[in-house]
């Protein structure tokens, strides 16, 4: 086969001479074989394309009939019942059909019937006997005709021969060809890329560098990936420390029932330290050391109230408050880093924050995992208002780009007053809850020692909740945990807010 | 948070207007309740079950409000429209009154064997009330939300109620063995003794539940009238005898509990809420309840608590600027009435017996901001000037995660919660039961231990991707966690790095050139196990994790000589092909775990 610059060669050579080239199926090439029009249609784009512009062409698609091997056969050598009809000698023995199959093989079978049909033979006894004198092999008549001129005047032939598998119709595709704007008998060669060698001979300067194709995507590279929910998680931590906050140790995920519910003033009977919420632990299954005074004043606080509040009135037990558990939130690690702030000599006011796994024992489906991530702000000062408060989520959520809060009246035991954070979502068409928030009640910080007037304000989301909506995941487990998916992680986009 | 479902009709009509669902929503908004869906039992029921079983259920609007779960008092229709009333100020919060009986108060003795099982027993009665077929169902579903939440699925409380008129006083309060109890059940026909009970309805989707509270106690409570008839076992069911129709005129009500203060609450709450159909508004009848050492106590108690709140502190925790009588009028809106004791800026504020999730002035600061609006409230900014901080740990992780993903690897996180197996067996380890901490209720095998390894989740993680173009290579940094017993919980965490590289070969030079060029970064060298010289070197070890012969110990040498210490931090290896096969990989795979700590 000719190589695609001896294509070129022979097409501009002949548009030269001719000036056109009204079908490519009728080139020769040097080596007098049939043109490859696929291979020829490689050189015609290479030499046509919009800064070469040599030569121009139109497809030109043609219908044309073509032999099967079958076909091809019978053509060169007659058909099955014609070689029956030779096979069988003249006059009136004629030859034992079993004869005639040792000598024709499977051609005698199927070459039989149709000669019968055609009333060339006739049978006679086990014999086969030649009934006319000279036949017409139509068939090869007509095959030899299809193979010379692509067609037949007959469709009916054409339609019975295909059925007969002998010949089908085959799509052929060539070209015709013209000269173009640019036309010349040399095809310049031109560069792909800037080279070491080009830099150093100068050539770049004269080389004629083939057009890039800016439509292309380039070669992707071949780096690491971090995992989208961090990338979320560094974007809020940008958002806290730009505020000066400072991240709290929430490098411990056991704790004790005493921390995560009951310095917070949650109620020992409170549904969420039911084993239905919490991840009790069966080993190490309790803890004992607490700051004996602080447990105290929890105890009394809970049971009896004081600081100005009536308590729960209920017989709080210390064997509830030693159960160990996976913190349910990150507020646990908060109230412990509260009450060594109350322990200070002198009050500074501080800012708190966290992103960190907690764990809830949830029947797992496509919106809840056993552990999550709570991100979690908390600000103590003397003299905080629930102004502030609101006024400090609009700027913190704005900085996440979110804009348009509305905040509704809630519940929490230890926050009074509480507030659900809301932001009007286009997408939804609603407004959707963002977080929550609230001031922490007198109950949970007076036992801590703190001064009444230091009023701590607090806020909590999930970091799975803006991750999902951000990257368009609807199902949690596709984001956390191992079900996730590794291209995924690999194409998912910056996070920046 | 429970959910009530209210009768849309219903509702709008006792609110004297018809609101389209927005609205509503709006209102709610502002009160802080939430509309969670305006629906019928219809749909709710084609939701659940399916629309074919829910053929033929009612179609009449229903609201399903979300009620914040110290709200008792808004836990059915009646205090839901009565509170929306006060709050636009379309209706007073009305006083609630005891009358007292002619013929003295209705008497409970409480038995001193109580003691063992359920200690505590309030009373009520409600004189002629008029039940239609509405506010008696209003007044079933009050009753179970209440079960369901304050009353902490009858263990603390249980509510019973009965027709006053089929039963006489004064009433026993006993535990005895349950043999001893014989009674036809509400809606039976046959006699039944405690045990025989027990067996009766140890099948019953809705009571068997509650069986459990006195089943294995060797006296069962019961409440007998003047005739040795049973009122009821609670906190299991009541007396068929006693029953409430649509024709009841006198109810008596009686909250037995292991809870005294749930108890009046609970008394409260019904009493409140249904004295609205009796005769005399928003009066009950109360009872004598005497104590096995002979004191006396009248309940319910109705009378308001008073709380005395400085407006100084009203306005400093909200940010707000308003006079005491401009308090005392947004209060009023949140049903609570207070006065104004102007000369020491002060009020007075009465706190109904429908509140008691007020227990400070803070819940008063709080209802006074609903009233304003939360929204209407001017936004400032906290003044506080602090320097942000990041915690030393996660700052240093950061920056290895970093290194490591620029080196080429992909960041997984896993869980943290996995099987026992996973941690221990799958990896070819045994537990030692000094390691790992253990739950003691999870719902499902898969959280059994708290991680002490990151090697099963990066697994199984790559497990989960088995499709993904080879070589995988991931790692993760992040905590597991080991029991300590010089840890106040007992417990603490390490932050660990964990990579894995799985391709068609294991890898080996490739997870060890991960830990050269992380030691790099940290500039930690490479030094000889034998000299004494500050950095790191590993050492061929027979990990049963680890193909034999293929996996290394890493040691950390830190300080200087003589006296530095060398510490083995963690290890690499091929992993054996047991472990991968529990882990259903089928390519060989080569791991890196160690303890980031120790660089700190």
Redesign the interface.
């Known amino acids: 086969m000719s190589t695609t610059e001896e294509l070129q060669t022979l097409v501009l050579t002949i548009l030269d001479a001719k000036g056109t080239i009204p079908n490519t199926k009728d080139l020769v090439a040097s080596d007098n074989k049939e043109v490859d029009q696929l291979a020829l249609l490689g050189a015609l784009k290479s030499l046509s394309i919009a800064d070469k512009e040599m030569v121009k062409y139109e497809t030109i698609e043609e219908e044309i009939w073509v032999l099967t091997d079958e076909g091809n056969e019978i053509a060169d050598k007659g058909s099955h019942e014609a070689k029956v009809f030779d096979a069988i000698p003249v006059g009136e023995e004629g030859i034992a059909i079993s004869a005639l199959r040792e000598i024709l093989g499977e051609t005698a079978k199927i070459g039989q019937g149709k000669a019968f049909k055609n009333k060339w033979v006739i049978k006679r006894g086990d014999n086969l006997v030649r009934a006319v004198d000279s036949i017409i092999d139509q068939t090869r008549i007509d095959l030899e005709v299809i193979r010379s001129t692509g067609t037949h005047s007959d469709p009916k032939v054409l339609f019975e021969l295909r059925k007969r598998k002998l010949c089908d119709k085959h799509k052929v595709i060539s070209y015709s060809v013209s000269k173009g704007p640019k036309f010349s008998l040399t095809i310049e060669k031109q560069a792909r890329d800037v080279t070491f060698e080009m830099l150093q001979s100068g050539e770049w300067k004269t080389a004629n560098f083939k057009k890039y194709n800016f439509d292309a995507l380039g070669i992707p590279p ?6 989208p ?2 990338k979320v998680r ?1 974007e809020f ?1 940008q958002i ?17 029932s005493f921390w995560n519910f009951d310095s917070l003033f949650q109620p020992q ?1 409170h ?1 969420a330290r039911d ?1 239905h919420d919490t ?7 309790i ?1 004992t ?2 700051p004996t005074e602080y447990l105290k004043r929890v105890k009394e606080v809970h049971s009896i ?1 004081g ?9 709080w037990k210390i064997e509830e408050a030693q159960k ?1 558990i ?1 913190r349910t939130h990150t507020t646990a690690v908060s109230s412990f880093m509260l009450y060594n702030l109350a322990q200070q000599k002198e009050f500074k ?3 708190y924050f966290s992103i960190d ?1 907690v ?1 809830r ?4 489906d496509a919106t809840h ?3 999550f991530h709570q991100v979690e702000g908390v ?1 103590a ?1 003397k ?6 408060l ?3 989520m ?2 913190f959520f704005n900085k996440m780009g979110v804009k348009n809060l ?6 929490n ?1 230890y926050t ?4 659900e954070i809301f932001s009007y979502h286009q997408g939804l068409g609603k ?1 959707v809850e963002m977080g929550n928030s609230g ?1 922490f ?3 949970m910080l007076e036992p801590m020692g703190l001064d009444p007037e230091v ?1 701590v ?1 607090a806020w909590g989301l999930g970091l799975e909740r803006p991750t999902m909506i951000k990257y368009g995941i609807n199902n949690i487990r596709e984001l ?8 995924t ?2 194409n998912n986009p910056i996070c920046l807010f | ?1 429970p959910t009530v479902n209210v009768d849309k009709n219903e509702l709008f009509q006792a609110l004297g207007k018809h609101y389209t669902t927005d609205e509503f929503r709006e209102l709610c ?4 309740i ?1 509309l969670e869906e305006d629906t019928s039992e219809k749909e709710m029921a084609s939701k659940e079950v399916g629309i074919a079983k829910a053929e033929g259920l009612s179609e009449r609007p229903i609201l399903k409000i979300d009620i ?4 008792y008092d808004l836990l059915c229709h009646e205090g839901i429209s009565r509170a929306l009333l006060i709050f636009q100020e379309k209706a007073n919060s009305p006083p609630y009154k005891l009358v007292e009986p002619a013929d003295g108060h209705v008497q409970i003795v409480i038995k001193p064997e109580t003691a063992q099982i359920r200690p505590h027993v309030v009373g009520a009665i409600l004189r002629n009330i008029k039940f239609t077929e509405r506010n008696y169902n209003n007044f079933i579903d009050l009753q179970d939300k209440l079960h369901n ?1 304050i009353c ?1 699925k009858r263990t ?1 409380v249980a509510i019973g109620t009965h027709d006053f008129d089929t039963i006489k006083g004064p009433f026993t309060y006993e535990a005895l063995s349950p043999k001893e109890i014989k009674f036809v059940p509400l809606n039976q026909t046959k006699e039944l003794d405690g045990e025989e009970l027990m067996n009766f309805y140890s099948t019953d989707k809705h009571l068997g539940k509650f069986l459990h509270i006195i089943r294995d106690s060797p006296v069962y409570p019961v409440i007998y009238d003047a005739n040795r008839k049973v009122c009821s076992l609670p906190p299991i069911i009541n007396g068929d005898l006693s029953k409430i129709t649509l024709n009841t005129k006198n109810v008596f009500i009686e909250c037995t509990a292991t ?4 108890a009046k609450v609970v008394l409260n709450t019904v009493v409140t809420m249904f004295s609205e159909y009796c005769e005399q508004p928003f009066t009950a009848e109360p009872v004598k309840v005497i104590y096995p050492d002979g004191t006396e106590r009248i309940y319910p108690d109705l009378s308001p ?1 008073t709380m005395t709140v400085k407006a100084d502190y009203i306005n ?5 600027s308003l006079e005491t009588s401009e308090l005392v009028t947004l209060l009023k809106r949140m049903s609570l009435s207070a006065k104004d004791v102007e000369e020491e800026a002060k009020i007075l504020v009465e706190v109904p017996p429908t509140r008691a ?1 007020v ?5 008063i ?2 209802d006074v ?2 009233a304003y609006g ?2 209407n ?15 030393p ?2 700052k240093f992780s ?1 920056l290895v ?2 290194e ?14 996995c099987s026992h197996d996973e941690n221990f067996a799958y990896l070819n380890k045994k537990d030692d ?1 000094l390691t790992a ?8 095998a898969e ?1 059994q231990v ?1 991680r002490t390894s990151l090697l099963p ?1 990066v697994l ?2 790559v ?3 088995k499709k ?1 173009t080879l070589p ?3 790692f993760e940094v992040s ?1 597991v ?1 080991f ?1 300590d017993n010089s ?7 390490e ?1 660990h790095v964990c990579a894995i590289y799985c391709n068609k070969v294991s890898g080996f030079e490739i997870i060890q050139g991960l830990l050269n060029r992380i030691m790099d970064m940290l500039d930690v060298k490479l030094v000889s196990a034998s000299d004494d010289k500050k950095g790191y070197f590993i050492k061929e070890s027979d990990d049963t994790t680890y193909f034999p012969n293929r996996s290394a110990d890493i040691f950390l040498r830190k300080g200087e000589a003589p006296s530095n210490i060398t510490k083995k931090i963690g290890s690499f290896g091929i992993l054996h092909p047991q472990v991968l096969e529990n882990f259903e990989l089928t390519y060989p795979c080569s791991a890196l775990e160690f303890n980031l700590e120790e660089f700190m």
């Open positions: 071949s780096g690491g990936h971090l995992h929910l961090m560094e931590r806290f420390f730009e505020m000066g906050f400072e991240e709290m140790p929430t490098n411990k995920f056991v704790e004790s009977q549904p084993a991840f009790f632990l069966k080993d190490p299954a803890c050391q607490f109230g600081y100005g509040s009536t308590g729960y009135g209920y017989d160990l996976l006011p501080v800012k796994r764990f024992n949830e029947t797992v995992l056993a552990e600000i000062d003299g905080l208002t629930l102004g502030d609101i006024g400090f609009n700027t509305r905040f509704k009246p809630a519940y035991p009074e007053p509480s507030m407004w001031m009640r007198p109950e009023r304000i956390l945990g191992h079900k996730v998916n590794l291209t992680i690999q | 948070m908004f502002e009160f802080g939430e914040p779960s110290n709200r939440n902490r603390l809870d005294l203060t749930k608590r400093a925790c909200t940010g707000l999730d227990l400070h002035a803070c819940d600061m709080e901001a609903i939360f929204n409230i001017p936004k400032t900014l906290p003044a506080c000037a602090t320097v942000g901080k990041s915690l740990v996660n950061d995660r970093r490591i993903a620029l080196a080429g690897w992909t960041e997984v996180l896993p869980l943290i919660l039961n901490v253990k739950l003691a209720n999870p719902k499902t959280y708290v989740g199984k993680t497990r989960e991707n993904h995988i290579k991931v905590d966690v029991k840890f106040e919980r007992l417990a603490r965490n932050r």
